[in-house]
């Protein structure tokens, strides 16, 4: 596959829920209660089936990457794609507020790699599915695996809404503390796998790895968990394990 430049995708500041039509009745407007993230998610649901009814066409395994700012997803994706070798087909969405900062470290890795903007000033904490089916419609499924989609830095928002992902993947920095899963336990119950990430940091910290690993079962018992190191390699040939093992299911190999 050709290299291509970074795409930009988008500053609007939506959902894709279209706003409620005002109603008038004889003199004045009528009261009409809307319940508005119920609107929002059933249209965020439609998009979202789009997305993964059109990548189960192409045999596309499709990873919906979450975690806080600074927990190290890009550092995490520059380090797989370093050692994923050419076998495997790779594209890269990018979700952030602002900047291209992250697609343009990726950028180098000769893959496609479009960058979503969510708005300046107080953009979408997350992203929705009809930016994710914008950008899934400007790359050639034909020519792809593996579809990653680094989502907006935040373990709250991104767990709520569906992109059409097969499965959520959420990374922990042992920088972030053992409380984390049990605070903001959504991300760790919708996610199919947890990275413990920058394990090489815990000798330096006042951390408890295994209290981090008893939190995680507690917010989800059945959740996978694996600790990595994009700066020291640990744990990264589980994780590249478990990302050809799910496009080997997708592609019925």
């Known amino acids: 596959m050709e290299p291509s430049a970074i795409q930009r995708l988008g500053d609007e500041n ?5 706003a409620p039509d005002a109603h008038l009745h004889g003199g004045g407007p009528a009261r009409t209660e809307v319940d508005v993230r119920q609107h929002l998610l ?14 189960a066409e192409h045999h596309v395994f499709c990873v919906n990457l979450l975690g806080s700012p600074g927990s190290g997803k890009t550092a995490l994706l520059e380090a797989t794609l370093s050692r994923m070798g ?4 790779v594209a890269v ?4 507020v602002e900047t291209s900062a992250d697609a343009e470290r990726l950028a180098p890795f000769g893959i496609p790699v479009i960058q979503i903007n969510t708005g300046p000033f107080g953009g979408d904490c997350h992203l929705a599915a009809p930016l994710v089916a ?7 499924l034909r020519e792809l695996d593996l579809l990653v989609i680094e989502n907006v830095g935040n373990l709250v928002c991104p767990a709520e809404f569906d992109i059409g992902e097969d499965g ?7 920088t972030e503390g053992e409380d984390k899963p049990l605070k903001y336990p959504l991300a760790f119950h919708v996610a199919s796998l947890a990275l413990v990430s920058k394990v090489d940091l815990v000798p330096h910290l006042d951390v408890s ?7 995680l079962r507690r917010a989800n018992p059945g959740l996978a968990v694996m ?27």
């Open 227 to 253: 600790l990595v190191s994009a700066r020291s390699g640990e744990g990264l040939a589980g994780w590249l394990k478990w990302l050809r093992a799910g496009v080997e299911s997708k592609s019925g190999s």
């Open 86 to 89: 050419h076998d495997l087909r």
């Open 42 to 55: 059933v249209a965020n649901e439609r998009h979202a089936q789009s997305i993964r009814t059109l990548l």
């Open 209 to 215: 790895v295994d209290l981090i690993r008893e939190n």
């Open 168 to 174: 959520k993947v959420v990374l922990l920095s042992v």
């Open 93 to 96: 969405i990018e979700g952030d």
């Open 14 to 18: 939506s959902d894709g829920g279209d």
């Open 134 to 140: 914008g950008a899934v419609g400007k790359l050639d």
